[in-house]
């Protein structure tokens, strides 16, 4: 992006984020038509699907502003990196790649006894506690207490209107969304699950430094 255009940019991402507040992607997909919330792009090829956690609004942003936005978070002497769940580690890798340190992993431990502790204090759950026990017990099946799980914390983010973070809107068209949720859950499971290993990597543990966190 040419200099003349960084004080649009600075405007706008002062309407999004001030120092000090946490930034998720909750989404990266490709094939809309939405334009870009910095540069005003479209289509956009890469949709990156930003949430900044203390205010819940959302934009949506191609991968080159959102390295442009590190680099202005930055500026202001921030060292806030951009939050992905673990599905998305080589989105990670690939942003970090072109500019280091501008993303980094939500970690969470993948352990029953931790994920029915949290989910037995719902009112405590935040979006990101909620979203990662949906992505790690959408692989159980077969009435085990792990789907269980699975249905409870789809019901907490389905009345909590998690989606819109996310913008999923498709259950829009049909008027059924936990169906339609459910199967966007699994698709996305499906589409993951083969990369590398990786969705849940060995060395799933929750840091220490994540506010939300009981423990
Ligand atoms: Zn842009």
Known sequence: MALKNNDKFKEKLKHFWRRGDEVVCTRVFRN???????????????????????????????????????????????????????????????????????????????????????????KDLSYKQVRSILDYTIKFEGGTEEEEIFHTALDLYLDRKYYVYEMIDDHKKTNNVKRDIENYFREEWEKYKYQDDKYYPESCTLKKKNDDCPF
Not at 36 to 42: D, I, Q, S
Not at 62 to 91: A, D, H, N
């Open 32 to 122: 809309s038509n939405n334009e870009c919330y910095f540069c005003g792009n479209k289509p956009i090829e890469w949709h990156h699907v930003l949430l900044n956690t203390i205010s819940n609004q959302i934009i949506d942003v191609e991968f080159s502003c959102v390295i442009l936005m590190k680099k202005m978070m930055e500026e202001i002497g921030s060292s806030q990196k951009i939050l992905f769940f673990p599905k998305y580690t080589i989105e990670v890798d690939h942003l970090n790649k072109q500019y280091q340190g501008t993303a980094d992993i939500i970690e969470f431990i993948c352990n029953i006894d931790i994920i029915r502790r949290l989910i037995s204090n719902p």
